[in-house]
């Protein structure tokens, strides 16, 4: 019997999937993240891995876990597998692509407006009795119409956001990318700019590219410095490509009006962390793709990339094709 280890409890779609398939599933449920020490004894007694969440699958677990005949994550972002290190032993990764965009892209959008008009911090101030009396010039936020939404990274997520930003308040679409995206440019009437001129240029700027060498620590303080001071940083792809303490000082110096983020470095992040008292922040414990219908469908997703992998078919989100080929 073909024995998978799940690393969280996942959406019940995606288990009765795997059980009809007739695999015997060991399910970590312990309420702590699994190290991984732990999580490669556990897969040396199974066959296939389902990965919920960001463990770490780095050379060092596939050296040991060079037994595994399929890794299935439940995620679109993999900064966390060593790629190179599974195809070297012909194991085939998969992610889940295009089901979460929608989910995502509405909590950047969340973040534009709650950082836009200090929703959060103007909740807390109601909870410790601030609310006090009418003031016209105070409690003033920043309006999102006809402004320039620049997006780091336009693919799947960021033409979402982007579709959206456009149809609800008109914004103006700038991008940049490693390769241009000719498709989303005439779909969304998006220019592509260099990235000076997306921090120089964009009013809101929202964060939508992989965490990569390239990639990290890319928005430090010498990019917040050329950004607008009205200018609002949104980030939802992965903590890593921000710098937080230049964050932190980017906000307190008003050198930008504020951030919001749905990822942090590291996660979770702690209670006692100044961003969550700084004015015009909202920070969200990494939620864009949790809701009802995008989890059901990751799960569903992980689960049939699974399934394809032990009955010897090619995973449909296949992340290393080159696994498949006779010279590898
Ligand atoms: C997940 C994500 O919630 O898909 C991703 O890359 O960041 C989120 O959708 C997270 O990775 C846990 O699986």
């Keep these: ?127 410790r009795g601030g609310w006090s009396f009418f003031e016209p010039t105070a409690n003033l936020g920043i309006e999102l119409k006809g402004k320039t939404l620049g997006v780091f990274g336009l693919g799947r997520i960021g033409v979402e956001l982007a579709k959206k930003a456009k149809a609800a308040y008109d914004m103006n679409v700038i991008y940049h990318n490693r390769n241009r995206n000719t498709e989303a440019e005439e779909i969304l009437d998006a220019k592509y700019v260099s990235f000076d001129q997306l921090l120089s240029e964009s009013d809101v700027l929202s964060v939508h590219a992989n965490l990569s060498n390239e990639t990290k620590n890319l928005f430090n303080g010498s990019a917040f410095e050329k950004m607008k001071r009205s200018a609002l940083f949104i980030n939802t792809a ?26 942090t470095n590291p996660e979770p992040m702690d209670k006692d962390n100044p961003l969550l008292n700084l004015p015009n922040v909202c920070v969200l414990p990494h939620i864009g793709s949790a809701t009802e219908e995008t989890r059901d469908k990751m799960a569903v997703m992980a689960a049939d990339n699974l399934i394809a992998a032990l009955s010897n078919k090619v995973m449909p989100q296949i992340i290393n094709r080159e696994v498949y080929s006779s010279n590898h």
């Design 238 to 263: 992965r903590g890593g490509l921000h710098n937080e303490a230049d964050l932190i000082n980017a906000i307190q110096d008003k050198t930008i009006w504020g951030a919001g983020l749905d990822v």
């Design 1 to 127: 019997m073909i024995k998978v280890l799940i690393t969280r409890k996942i959406p019940q779609r995606g288990i009765q999937l795997l059980e009809e398939a007739g695999y015997k599933l060991t399910i970590y449920t312990e309420k702590r993240s699994l190290p991984q020490k732990e999580l490669i004894e556990l897969c040396k007694n199974n066959d296939a891995l389902l990965s919920a969440g960001s463990n770490k699958l780095n050379a060092h677990f596939f050296e040991e876990c060079s037994h595994l005949k399929a890794v299935a994550l439940m995620s679109v972002g993999y900064d966390n597998v060593d790629i190179e290190a599974a195809t070297s032993y012909k194991i085939p990764v998969s992610n889940t692509p295009d089901v979460l965009s929608n989910a995502t892209s509405d909590v950047a959008f969340l973040l534009m407006l709650a950082v836009s008009r200090n929703a959060f911090q103007m909740h807390k101030r109601i909870e």
